[in-house]
């Protein structure tokens, strides 16, 4: 029982890595298609992560726009992936949207919190998610199955010798 309980639990985690993998690969080709307003970028800057084994450096852009008068700050710039961990990449990105930059948001018409500036792409790391997530969901789901025939097996070949007896 232990071992069906632990490949429900896999099986839920790698169904919860594909959804959210599918759903950035989703929001990152819908987004072309969404409405756009004007927004204004408030900062730019490069945050340093730092690991175990590495530092990564992290472009975090935050900017104001506003839908139907009702004002937003989003830090998104895009579903896909923009976030390589390399210096020079966070740097040319901060650059690009500089304090006081205009810039065309795409924000999602159902909620418009929803934001993205570059838009259309969807990076390797959503692609290794969402496959990653079915290829666990998938193993562990047959795994539960073949556990589970296998028990039904044996209850009925139990069941038999008790009734041959």
Not at 5 to 13: P, R, S, V
Not at 113 to 122: F, I, K
Request: proline residues 4%; positive net charge; glycine residues 12%.
């Amino acid at each position: 029982m232990m071992k069906v309980l632990l490949a429900g639990l896999m099986l839920l985690f790698g169904g919860m890595l594909a959804y959210g993998g599918g759903r950035m690969l989703y929001r990152a080709h819908e987004s072309q298609q969404w409405p756009t307003t004007e927004g204004t970028v408030v900062s730019s800057s490069v945050e340093t992560q730092h690991g175990r084994r590495s530092t990564r450096f992290h472009p975090e852009v935050r900017y104001t726009y506003s839908v139907a008068g009702h004002p937003y700050t989003a830090n998104t710039i895009s579903f896909g992936g923009n976030d390589s961990g390399a210096l020079m990449d966070a740097q040319r990105l901060t650059q690009r949207y500089a304090s006081g930059t205009k810039l065309p948001v795409h924000y999602e018409p159902t909620d418009p919190a929803v934001t993205c500036v570059e838009c259309g792409g969807a990076g390797a790391s959503s692609y290794v998610v969402m496959l990653g997530g079915l290829a666990v969901a998938g193993i562990s789901g047959a795994g539960m199955v073949d556990m589970l025939r296998s028990d039904l097996r044996e209850r009925r070949r139990l069941k038999r010798q008790s009734f041959a007896r």
